[in-house]
Nanobody, 113 residues
């Protein structure tokens, strides 16, 4: 059973920064071979892809966060991170970690104007 646990969310003023973390309860081998993603979902909206990192460390970020957010991974620690800078009120959402078809429970990010 794969478990993903997000942390690092909170309340921040516009222009501030947060770093989200996601810990995976899988083997190092499986983790290192997996594509990892961060999604977000605001109230009443569809879940949207924020960023992805492949097993070769190729990254892709949504246009709405490009230049502000950075996804990274640590295969030894089995962690995936999302560094979020220059936060905007429209970044407010629950952020979810994803590995294959597994999801964490999410961490809430609230950006005040």
């Amino acid at each position: 059973q794969v478990q993903l646990m997000e942390s690092g969310g909170g309340l921040v003023q516009a222009g501030g920064s947060l770093r989200l973390s996601c810990a995976a309860s899988v083997s190092i081998k499986l983790f290192s071979l997996s594509t990892l993603s961060w999604y977000r979902q605001d109230l009443g909206k569809q879940r949207e892809l924020v960023a992805t990192i492949t097993r070769t460390d190729t990254t892709n970020h949504a246009d709405s966060v490009k230049g502000r957010f950075t996804i990274s991974r640590d295969n030894v620690k089995k962690m995936v991170y999302l560094q979020m800078n220059s936060l905007k009120p429209e970044d407010t959402a629950v952020y979810y970690c994803n590995l294959d078809h597994y999801w964490g429970q999410g961490t809430l990010v609230t950006v005040s104007s």
